[in-house]
């Protein structure tokens, strides 16, 4: 039985992770480590904890005496690494936070894989290490910049970052890679498009478009709305990630991606026609509504969008080519658009109870109620 370190297992991607392994194979345990900062909802998790084959540890990334103490009490063979602060907006008021976690977390995850398996020095003087393990990092396409109307990110696109976010997950990559090359660690990259699901934290476009419609608000979008990325469901990102840390090639990069491009001002257009859809066909989701709203349902449409002012250094289109993980290893998006933000619209209107859990005004005081001591 192979034993995984999972940082970051609480938020969105690492959550979906964490139920796709425990779901697929018998034989892993995961070690699931979460500060439960904003986006760690232990809640996402709870079940699937059961001190066996899935263990919650509340703690830093940056903690390299924990880190230390789980790599050898546990006796880690593989490290994935979720854990970050991934919103562009919150790093743009405060980059030091995203230095320290995404930076400087990193490196300590990266120390301590190295000391724990570290067994000894070969004739070339690299270290070497026991069989079987890997460091994975899960990067981001934002950390190539910024595409024109044409062309593919590939893994040799030169990095770019125009955010704090970016900036940090890129450096991050750059550490990474010196782990490889400097000390011989077996490590891998998946850089990934927009991941979209469920349990996304709702300050993320789609359930903040999602919510605010459930409300009757507003539907903020950047600027004329023009602003293209490429979505992935994070099911298929998550086979991705499983696929390259069992069979992908030591030191390697891959590019994970949706084929799935679309205008930021689609997306809401789509949401909207969708969560009318659902409230048509399932009257009993109007209850979701304001009260004066839940008769007349001509109001889910185009006015309620808001054009705002835009993000400041905001990058005009990402996409992906995944040529590299098709051919290498197989992998492939199975899940198209259109599918999956139907799954996903559907997913959040019928799982309001975590929602709320996640939005609301004692978000934090919540956290500390029920986990203390966790």
Not at 254 to 270: A, K, P
């Amino acid at each position: 039985m192979k034993t995984y370190l999972v940082t970051g297992a609480a938020g969105f991607i690492g959550s979906n992770f964490v139920k796709y392994m425990l779901g697929r194979y018998d034989d892993v345990r995961l070690v699931c480590l979460d500060l439960l900062t904003y986006a760690g909802y232990l809640g996402t998790i709870d079940e699937n904890i059961d001190g066996e084959r899935c263990i919650f540890v509340r703690g830093d990334i940056g903690d390299r005496k924990l880190v230390d103490s789980l790599m050898k009490d546990y006796d880690v063979d593989v490290v994935v690494n979720f854990a970050a602060e991934s919103h562009v907006d919150r790093s743009i008021e405060n980059p030091q936070l995203f230095l320290q976690t995404n930076i400087l977390g990193t490196q300590t995850l990266l120390e301590a894989a190295k000391a724990a398996w570290q067994t000894g020095k070969g004739a070339d003087g690299f270290p070497t290490y026991r069989d079987g393990v890997r460091y994975h990092q899960v990067s981001t396409d934002e950390v190539y910049g910024s595409l024109g109307k044409e062309g593919y990110f590939t893994e040799n696109t030169p990095l770019d970052p125009h955010s704090p976010y970016s900036a940090s997950k890129a450096s991050a990559d750059h550490f990474v890679a010196a782990y490889r090359d400097t000390y011989h660690l077996p490590v891998s990259i998946t850089r990934c498009s927009n991941n979209y699901g469920p349990y996304h934290f709702p300050e993320k476009l789609i359930p903040l478009i999602l919510g605010n419609i459930l409300k009757a608000k507003p539907l903020p979008v950047y600027g004329k709305g023009e602003n293209i990325r490429d979505w992935l469901y994070v099911e298929d990102h998550c086979k991705a990630i499983d696929m390259v840390v069992r069979n992908g090639k030591p030191g390697n990069i891959y590019n994970v991606g949706g084929h799935n491009e679309r205008q930021n001002i689609v997306i809401v257009r789509t949401i909207l026609t969708l969560v009318r859809e659902e409230m048509e066909q399932n009257p009993e989701l109007r209850t979701l509504l304001p009260a004066d709203k839940r008769e007349d349902l001509s109001w889910i449409g185009e006015g309620l969008i808001t054009y705002v002012t835009d993000r400041l250094g905001h990058d005009l289109r990402y996409g992906i080519d995944p040529q590299k993980i098709k051919d290498d290893l197989g992998w492939y998006p199975e899940t198209d658009f259109e599918t999956g933000i139907r799954k996903t619209v559907h997913w959040y209107l019928t799982h309001r109870e975590w929602v709320e859990a996640v939005s609301g005004d004692d978000y934090q005081q919540y956290y500390e109620r029920m986990y203390a001591g966790r």
